[in-house]
């Protein structure tokens, strides 16, 4: 690949060259394009003055000024020294500018752009992503070779820069490189290795570009990315979604068998079913396993579905292509839909989707019958619009819907455009031809349209006809005699030459006629067009042979005139009949075949869809539209016979993607892999529920009997480092557990049938399962179901780890007349409804008399929220105290819930205002279920924040116990030191809310968040960042 | 991806260029010169041309070629809609995008097209944050800028692009906040010569104006989502729950976008909300011909039917018409042949029509075909399709915002055949 790119580029720059050499005669002449003379050399000595100014307004007004020349394609390079000054200038605006010059001038000025290098690598070093990234993206624009160690230094630094908007640039970058210079393949292969491998949104598109720019033929680069990529490509931006989908579609090509191949599945089976043969069956029962599609591809085929919907007309097209040329053919209809939407948008979108509709079309009629009305057309179409349309009916056409197409074709037929109307009567001739039960009809339509009055839809009908007439010759001498009257008055040559083709076939069947009309051709030879002359030729040698008598004169006649024709084709025709047809002496063998030779039998013409033979370029690129290899094109590739190995995809457990790992796959692979497997996930499940306590591990059961070892086994089991922290808050986990298991049989009960409903409403969110479920085979749906029930279990409440309780002011005494109240978060959950939040009221009576009926009254909630109030309180002895407990729904918004306090005498105004932490339930969760569920959270959903923690926060006690202070959130057993998890679904809606900590060198951290209340989520990360960056 | 973009304006001079890698020399835009003069009309030009080494990708907007320059192999819709995409932005910048107002804002445009591409690759195309990048020019700015010298560069570096929600700007700030949805509908159709309903079918759109301070998160409902059939969303529309609750879910950009846009399912028999009654006759013996139409409404649910306006090319042949409307205005352009009748409003007791005669070039042969109508109209307040918001509601934020939606119904290609 890399050798045919570079051979591209020394050929554009000889292209480039002579380019210019045209220039220079071809736009020489408006307003003078060079700059050269006179009066524009003057202009630019002063623009050299302003740019030497000590004002920046003077040199921001010649910056704009020499902006301006560029920007008409004046030639402003001999002011590059006094520009390139200006490089490190504080004012954004001229730096800009002056950017912008130096991409257009510094290929031409290269030991001046020089001096510009170093402001770049300084800025290559700021604290800002944005000026580090828009250094870089100048750094890589200038096209100085010199530079290209520089530039590698800084695209490989940038790649591991923190910010993925810097390594955004980076990725392109490596195209800017690799263009200026080749030889940095193998150097910048790495480099694209290494940031495939990113999992931001914002760097996937840039660099899956690079890849098809740099290396499109490394598919072993993307095995491991695969599914990494196609789970982030919802959320990447709509440019990038374009690329990664063509990318994907030619990866899917070569790494899955064909879905397509259950059309003839059925004949190998009926046929195994008869042999007896042994070695014959085992032949076939190899090809009789049911297909069943890899998991890796219905993952694409699924994740790429919701991109139909985009507005972007290029990811519709893209999307479209991939299910064209790699989803089962079953599935495939739906993009239709989408296609014919975006018939609706500009002309130039109409007409490349029309075109691959077109060559859809040919291949599968029914995907677009449905949609026959869409492609009417109106006279306001644009003719390149109309044709295409035309071409899509014509293709659509069959017995069912022929009679309302002809009826459309008989307006179109007489529209304004000529050159569309012809084009209709071609397409009448095509429907014509390819279905036997209009032919008649449309023939006999067709010879009325000879006495229309315009000549080109007549000369178009003429050719038609003859065409038809070909196919089916005998019957129809009317029609023939008819066109022999028209040569009178038609004078397109086209239509000439075809009917005197036809009578010259058909010479026997008008055996008056055609003598007659070669006495009026020989009549007007000389001033016929040469695709007449040659037809009367043909005419004459034809009568010549069948009815010599008449017409031998006639014919030496013609031959003598065509023997000193102008154009040597004709004097050649000419000799070549004569010698044939004519017997003299020296005449060869062959005259005596002469009549066999003229009036063989010809083949009749098949009219068939220029679109024909655009189906092998892959639908959507620009090669399928020019029908013509596109430089850079690559070939889509036919399916493999036997899938290479899936397993290549799969990635180690570290990572984030290992979850996609279907378990029915590597059961199919590997048999005796199978117990291993399935154990590992019992383990994990017991591992997430005897987090809970509820539960102890497998092996600990001797141990059970001791009343309290249940919870150590339950700290055993989990991972090392986290058991320190275990530890510490060893009593109260003891004690929250009892509590917990009292009620923990109803909880989970609830618990689960929530899920249940969860599930079955949002399938789709739980990629995993689904991915299984739908590419099940009955040998499979064993451990489909097991695997279903484990990710159910995924987001099981557990208990809250306890943490001092807080306390807040909800009612001071001193404007609550003596009445105090404080309200706190027990994080318990609410007995009053599962979607509310319980809260704790405590009620001081300070004055010395007794306080009545303490009740709440006049809620003001905002839409959605609703509150379980506390019964009124009769009364409350002076210097006594009540704690009432309520629950409120908080819809999971910080909003305040505001409403009235009263007693017996007065009311007062109150409200509480949940921390966003308290909006949350803990989940328990194993490290696995966690990964999963993070790996479907990314992209929009993902919040992160670096922070500089003090070292003392680093014990991993410590940073739990700072992290549950602020969320009610679960702790996920982790099996590395660095990392910390929490997991935690919001009580509202039940959405996982993850919390990641990891700690990096020199004493930073970094914290992101998954969930899908991005809003909750970013509340959450400004509460947690300075909790966890204090002292 | 993208090499070189050229500006050429209609009388085919090349106003501006810009080149995102090295520099292709703008004689390759004489290919599409070629091009252009074989084609005859603007309209006809094809948007794919191949040339030796280049390959040249125009789209045709306000009179302004768009052609980029390309050398290998890249989907053309993607290049195309790219375009598309900067014409978008230009009008978003400078409310008009024509020739005047681009070479008025040379360096604006320079540095917008410097951002949305990077070698190539489109790099920032919401018009969120570009506009935080470089500043769209207002009249009370240039003067500000003349006097103080500072500039249209923002200079605050634009946080949007790393953000989550890449299409909205943070730090929004509204002293009203308010949010109002247009759902617009367009009746496509074509009706025969007798009157019948060839084909007929909605598509419609949802635009916002949202001025919302902070970080909204807003969610719209409709009453009868099923009738949408097939829709397309903007970036910021959450996917998931629209498949699951048929809601719409989003944080919204700022200012001006395009929310949604819908097909209502072909099962629903679309009402045509106007007739128009026709008898245009040429004669074989006389120059003279007879033209009569009339336009009344038919199912349009109550409402008054607006903005009506009736065009139609006429045949070659045609040298003049004297026509008198009962109401309205109308004009023929003896060069384009173009027809174009302005009724307003329609008042349903007395139906407005345009009578008169039509005269014909001597001696030209009688035209064949009768010319097509075109017809425009608005409906105020009506969704053809019966679509009805139920509710918009907003969370995340503490403040009421206004909230409006306006119906209309409008004429997108409707056609009478004659």
Known sequence: MSSNSFAYNEQSGGGEATELGQ?????????????????????????????????????????????????????????????????????????????????RYAEEQQDLALLSISTFQRALKDPNQLIRASALRVLSSIRVPIIVPIMMLAIKEAAADLSPYV?????????????????????????????????????????????????????DLIHKNYRKLCNLLVDVEEWGQVVIIHMLTRYARTQFVSPWREDDGLEDNEKSFYDSDDEQKEKTDKRKKPYTMDPDHRLLIRNTKPLLQSRNAAVVMAVAQLYWHISPKSEAGIISKSLVRLLRSNR??????????????????????????????????????????????????????????????????????????????????????????????CLSGLVCLLSNRDEIVVAESVVVIKKLLQMQPAQHGEIIKHMAKLLDSITVPVARASILWLIGENCERVPKIAPDVLRKMAKSFTSED????????????????????????????????????????????????????????????????????????????????????????????????????????????????????????????????????????????NPTKKFYSESEEEEDSSDSSSDSGSESGSESGEEDEEGDSSEDSSEDSSSEPESESGRQSDTENRRVAKRNSKTKGKGDSKDEKKENEKSKTSDSSNAESSSVEESSSDSESESESESESESRKVTKVSTPVFVPMKTHVLLHRMSGKGLAAHYSFPRQPCIFGDKMVSVQITLNNTTDKKIENIHIREKKLPIGMQMHVFNPIESLEPEGSITVSMGIDFCDSTQTASFQLCTKDDCFSVNIQPPVGELLL??????????????????MNETSATIIAAPQNFPPSVILQKVINVANAGVVPSGQDNIHRFAAKTVHSGSLMLVTVELKEGSTAQLIINTEKTVIGSVLLRELKPVLSQG | ???????????????????????????????????????????????????????????????????AVIQTEVPPLFVIEFLHRVVDTFQDYFGVCSEPVIKDNVVVVYEVLEEMLDNGFPLATESNILKELIKPPTILRTVVNTITGSTNVGDQLPTGQLSVVPWRRTGVKYTNNEAYFDVVEEIDAIIDKSGSTITAEIQGVIDACVKLTGMPDLTLSFMNPRLLDDVSFHPCVRFKRWESERILSFIPPDGNFRLLS????????????????????????????????????????????????????????????????????????????MLSWDVGKINPQKLPSLKGTVSLQAGASRPDENPTINLQFKIQQ???????????????????????????????KFQVRT
């Open chain 1, 348 to 441: 130039e979108v109409q007409y490349i989707v029309l075109q691959n509709i077109a060559t859809m079309s040919i291949q599968r009629k029914g995907m677009f019958e449905p949609y026959l009305k869409s492609f009417y057309v109106r006279s306001t179409d644009p003719t390149m619009i109309k044709t295409l349309k035309l071409e899509i009916l014509t293709n659509l056409a069959n017995e069912a819907n022929i009679s309302t197409l002809l009826r459309e074709f008989q307006t179109y037929v007489k529209s304004q455009d000529k050159q569309f109307a012809a084009a209709t009567i071609q397409t009448i001739g095509r429907c014509a031809a390819n279905i036997s039960e209009v032919t008649d009809t």
């Open chain 2, 1 to 67: 991806m993208i090499h070189s973009l050229f500006l050429i304006n209609s009388s085919g001079d090349i106003f501006l260029e810009k080149h995102w890698k090295s520099v292709v020399s703008r004689s390759v835009c004489d290919y599409f010169f070629e091009a252009q003069e074989r084609a005859t009309e603007a309209e006809n030009v094809p948007p794919v041309i191949p040339t030796p080494h280049h390959y040249l990708l125009s789209v045709y907007r306000h009179k302004i070629f768009f052609v």
């Open chain 1, 167 to 219: 390594r955004k640039n980076a990725a392109h970058a490596i195209q800017k490189l690799y263009s200026l210079d080749p030889e940095q393949k193998e150097m910048l292969i790495e480099v694209i290795e290494k940031l495939l491998k990113d999992k931001s949104i914002l760097v996937a598109g840039s660099v899956v570009m690079a890849f098809e720019e740099v290396c499109p033929d490394r598919i």
């Open chain 1, 530 to 669: 040469d695709l007449v002359k040659l037809q009367i030729l043909n005419l004459g040698a034809k009568l010549y042979l069948t009815n010599s008598k008449q017409t031998k004169l006639l014919t030496q006649y013609i031959l003598n005139l065509g023997k000193y024709d102008q154009n040597y084709d004709i004097r050649d025709r000419t000799r070549f009949i004569r010698q044939l047809i004519v017997p003299n002496e020296k005449s060869g063998a062959l005259s005596k075949y002469a009549k066999k030779i003229f009036l063989a039998q010809k083949p009749a013409p098949l009219l068939e869809s220029p679109f024909k033979d655009r189906d092998h370029f892959q639908l959507g690129t620009l090669s399928h539209t020019l029908n013509a290899k596109a430089a850079g094109y690559l070939e889509l590739s036919n399916w493999p016979e036997v899938a290479p190995d899936p397993s290549v995809r799969n990635v180690e457990v570290i990572d984030l993607a290992k979850e996609w790992t279907p378990a029915g796959k590597a059961k199919n692979e």
């Open chain 1, 23 to 103: 220039e220079a005669t071809s736009t020489i002449s408006p307003s003078g394009a060079f700059g050269l003379f006179s009066s524009d050399l003057k202009k630019n000595e002063d623009l050299k003055q302003m740019l030497e100014s000590n004002k920046d307004s003077a040199k921001l007004d010649a910056m704009k000024r020499i902006v301006g020349m560029i920007a008409k394609g004046k030639n402003a390079s001999e002011l590059f020294p006094a520009v390139v000054k200006n490089v490190a200038s504080k004012n954004i605006e001229i730096k800009k500018l002056v950017y912008v010059y130096l991409v």
């Open chain 1, 922 to 939: 803990p989940v328990a969760m194993s490290e696995k279920d966690f990964k999963k569920e993070q790996g479907m959270l990314t992209g």
């Open chain 2, 262 to 337: 819908y097909h209502v399912s072909a099962q629903n028999l679309v009402a045509i909300p106007v007739y128009v009654k026709h008898n245009i006759s040429f004669r074989d013996s006389s120059s003279l011909g007879r033209f009569e139409i009339t336009v009344g409404p038919k199912q349009t649910m109550g409402k008054t039917i607006e903005g009506v306006i009736v065009t139609s090319q006429m045949p070659k042949g045609v040298l003049n018409m004297s026509l008198s409307p009962s109401q309205g205005t109308h004009t023929f352009d003896p060069v384009t042949k």
């Open chain 2, 382 to 412: 009506l969704a053809i399709s019966g679509l009805k918001v139920n509710r918009l509601d907003m969370y995340g934020e503490k403040y009421k915002p206004f909230k409006g939606i306006k119906y209309m119904t409008k004429a997108g």
